[in-house]
């Protein structure tokens, strides 16, 4: 009697496990199918969307979407978040022009300028969070955006820079073959990225404060330590996403980046994250970002109006969830 | 014979391919304390969600005072006359008693269709003189009383609702002793006012003190209804694990060794007297009080998870310098702490980095990236080795029942090498037989040349255990008794003693 318990209790694992990967699968590809199919939609809609030139475009459209999204994973991993990465772009290309071209300094020092003030603002996020304990990165980041926006206007006065130095230009505007240079950075980073959210300690321990931040703290985790980096990486990103900028309009300007923040977060969640934390990943992400570039894209060559494609946008947010949603309640009640 | 108030026949329920309920038949008279035993996943929480309308039963009938009747919402069952105190309770705590009670059915006035303040509070002050509380109460914030006094305020809603019938699902698990004879009381009282009660209990003793009628479940089956009186908790145990525990606690005697762990003036507060403790090897010491006696405070600071006031800890002779848990665990402490839910396990996410959680660097190659197969050699070596269910890695923890959430924990720790292991409450609402495989850990780790120490609150499961009883009362320690000299009344003296 014993044994053909212990059997049927065997068996029914086996079902669980299978019907577990299936769901796995719709879960971890669901947001990738849906690109496929909104893809092959616009193939038949419009002849110019399936060309190289037009594919190269969203990759390069895609780009800062795509640095700024991925470094808000991060924060929305920990159950955070990260108001400031558009303000903290701005901030890091107008002190970048500042030192490369008002000051005229080496453009390799511009560079690593430009990515020193964005991961500062986001140390200041994570230092703000952790040792001042803010309640939440809502309020710290909020915070930070309009410090950092504030500062990006006051450093010239409003006005622009343009005329950076080719070295500067080179990552948002130069092609390898048909590539952008700015999509080989994105994907050798998301590359990184990846690697280390799954495969360093550090990458572990984001997805355990998220899923439970006592939890982690009780089993020695450093969870202040791991915070600050989070949002320091959050920040560097957007110190990156503004060097792709400004090689591709060859300006900065200090109401670059404004409202950005928001369609990173969208990106991340049509990507699969939870807000809640815990649950989302590096792939996700781009599919997340590429989603909102080809919806951009195709809704141009169907000379469909910004504000509509807002709306639409808007609508594709809310459908991506209440999806997510709709599996989750599902799994929940089998299990 | 009276006619049953409720009775339920032939209820199946399934989720996907998971046959949680297979068959379950119970009924439940008016005026009687209706025990559900069983272990964890036998179908308690389903049977009880359905009964609530939470759930919808893919098979089966429910008769209510001879009807046949269909619960579909939660707002059902209430209006026939169901209500439910879940363990977790249902309470606001920043509004006052009166409007908790009153929360969805607040009275009105007549004419301007504003609230009834004056009359609600008048019939909250009435509930709580019939439930032997302090009328005042009525108007308190609810947060400021005990969990006991909040739980009494959930019966006064179902109270409010003239319910026939109140479900309990483990009301006893987080009370104090004093707390707890309290609900015994109303709960005798409720059944002299002809309330019918389905009391869901693990604790044996307070199975015999309360129920009338026991039914048993066992793998999505009803096996039995038994009288309470007439039927000894053995046959109970035989029937909800179906075959017989040899024993409820494995106890194991061991030498007593040197001391391994000890606090030296050790101080939580301030305010409180230091505390000195030797724990010796080979002996498990067990750490008795009631609720709010600072056990769990004082394990808490030992493992620097909250900042003490001073003092020293000491293990294997050196003192160790502990400010935060990483220290703890670096230098050896394992602490298995009382709420597995919220402090202890990534319920979201797969057993293997729960397990490795604590002890991540252990799987970090020289290249410092984490081999993944490793983690998962890991979690699959401790969940054969502890026979852990449903024995798949990939699923989340919460898919796993409380015994093997629990069990999960231990391996968590157990993966960080410690030597020294402080158990909080470890058998806190998981089933009898996952609490014998926790004990018989316990033995294991002593026996391995570890030092254990348990909190618990369950009073017999420290004189079943341990090997010592230390009782905590108001964050000082009040007594130190060998097991021998221990009895069930020294030690409720000493944890009330002064109060």
Redesign the interface.
């Known amino acids: 009697m014993e044994k053909v318990t212990q059997l049927l209790g065997e068996v029914n694992v086996e079902e669980h496990k299978q019907e577990k990967n299936y769901k796995n699968l719709l879960g971890k590809f669901g947001s990738l199918f849906a690109l496929i199919i909104l893809m092959i939609v616009l193939t038949f809609l419009s002849d110019k969307f399936l060309t190289v030139t037009n594919l190269m475009n969203i990759a390069r459209q895609s780009t800062i979407n795509a640095l700024l999204a991925l470094g808000m994973l991060l924060p929305i991993l920990t159950a955070g978040i990260d108001l400031s990465v558009g303000s903290i772009l701005a901030v890091s290309i107008m002190v970048m022009g500042v030192v490369s071209v008002t000051m005229g300094m080496h453009p390799i020092l511009g560079i690593l300028v430009c990515l020193l003030v964005g991961a500062g603002f986001g140390l200041l996020n994570g230092v703000l969070l952790t040792k001042l304990r803010l309640p939440h990165p809502f309020i710290s980041t909020l915070g930070t955006m309009n410090i950092a926006r504030g500062l990006a206007l006051i450093i010239t006065g409003a006005a622009p820079i343009a005329g950076f130095p080719y070295m500067i230009q080179y990552f948002g505007s130069e092609y390898v073959g048909p590539i952008p240079v700015s999509f080989v950075v994105v994907l050798v980073i998301y590359f990184i990225f990846h690697i280390f959210l799954t495969r360093s300690q550090t990458g572990r321990y984001i997805y355990a404060i998220g899923g439970n931040k006592e939890a982690a703290r009780l089993s020695g985790i450093n969870v202040d330590r791991v915070l600050i980096i989070v949002y320091t990486l959050s920040g560097l990103m957007a110190g990156l996403a503004g060097l792709m900028m400004v090689g591709r309009v060859n300006s900065a300007f200090p109401l670059a980046g404004s409202g950005y923040e928001l369609d990173a977060i969208a990106a991340v969640i049509i990507g699969g994250a939870s807000f809640f934390g815990g649950v989302g990943t590096v792939w996700g992400t781009l599919v997340g970002v590429l989603i909102i570039a080809v919806l951009r894209n195709g809704l141009n060559l169907l000379n469909v109006s910004a504000d509509l494609q807002m709306a639409v946008i808007g609508v594709v947010i809310i459908v991506a969830v209440f999806v997510d949603v709709l599996r989750q309640r599902r799994s929940k009640a089998s299990s | 014979m009276t006619k049953p108030l409720l009775e339920v026949k032939e209820i199946y329920k399934s989720?996907?391919?998971?046959h949680v309920l297979k068959g379950v038949n119970f009924n439940v008279l008016p005026g009687e304390v209706h025990v559900l035993l069983g272990e964890n996943g036998a179908g308690k929480s389903t049977l009880i969600k359905i009964l609530t309308g939470a759930y919808s039963m893919d098979k089966g009938t429910i008769h209510w005072e001879g009807q046949a009747v269909k619960i579909h919402t939660p707002i059902e069952a209430m209006e026939l006359g169901i209500a439910t105190i879940y363990q977790e309770l249902n309470v606001i705590k920043e509004l006052t008693v009166y409007e908790n009670i009153f929360l969805g059915r607040e009275v009105k006035n007549s004419k301007m269709g504003l609230l009834n303040r004056k009359q609600m509070i008048e019939k909250a002050q009435d509930l709580l003189i019939r439930l032997g509380q302090n009328p005042k109460l009525a108007t308190v914030p609810l947060g400021q009383l005990g969990l006991g006094q909040q739980q009494l305020v959930e019966i006064a809603k179902a109270l409010i609702l003239e319910a026939k019938l109140i479900i309990m699902d483990e009301p006893t698990s987080c009370l104090s002793g004093r707390e707890v004879e309290q609900l015994y009381k109303i709960v005798d009282q409720l059944r002299e006012e002809g309330i019918s009660i389905i009391f869901i209990s693990h604790r044996l003793e307070e199975i015999q003190r309360l129920g009338d009628r026991i039914t048993i479940l066992r793998?999505g089956y009803s096996v039995e209804t038994l009288p309470v009186s007439e039927t000894k908790p053995d046959e109970w145990i035989e029937l909800m694990v179906?075959?017989s525990l040899e024993e409820k606690f494995p106890k194991k005697q061991f030498e007593r060794g040197d001391v391994g762990f000890s606090l030296k003036g050790f101080t939580v507060e301030a305010s409180h007297a230091p505390i000195d403790l030797d724990v010796h090897y080979g002996e498990i010491v067990g750490l008795s009080g009631l609720v709010g006696a600072g056990r769990t405070e004082l394990a808490r600071a030992i493992?620097g998870?909250d900042k003490r006031a001073g003092g020293k800890i000491v293990i294997d002779g050196k003192e160790v310098k502990i400010t935060?848990?990483?220290q703890?665990?670096?230098a050896g402490i394992a602490?298995i702490?009382e709420d597995r839910k919220?402090?202890?396990?990534?319920?979201?996410?797969p057993l293997d980095?729960n397990v490795c959680?604590?002890n991540?660097?252990k799987f970090?190659g020289r290249t410092?990236?984490?081999n993944?197969n490793k983690m998962k050699e890991q979690a699959k070596r401790y969940v054969k080795e502890m026979q852990i269910?449903?024995?798949?890695i990939?699923?989340n923890a919460?898919?796993f029942s409380g015994g093997n959430q629990q069990k999960v924990v231990i391996a968590?720790w157990l993966c960080t090498n410690a030597k020294v292991f402080i158990f909080d409450e470890p058998t806190r609402g998981i089933d009898v037989g996952a609490k014998v495989e926790v004990y018989r850990l316990m033995n294991k780790l002593v026996e391995e040349g570890k030092i254990v120490i348990m909190i618990s609150s369950d009073l017999p499961e420290i004189l079943g255990m341990c090997d010592r009883v230390i009782v905590m009362n108001t964050g000082r320690i009040t007594a130190d008794l060998p097991i021998a000299q221990a009895t069930q009344e020294q030690v409720m003296k000493a944890a009330t003693i002064g109060l």
Do not use: H, V
């Open positions: 989720f996907a391919n998971n793998d179906g075959r493992f998870a935060n848990p990483r703890a665990i670096d602490f702490t919220s402090e202890g396990l990534l319920l979201d996410l980095i959680l604590a991540m660097k970090a410092k990236l984490l993944l269910r449903p024995n798949n990939e699923l919460r898919n968590k």
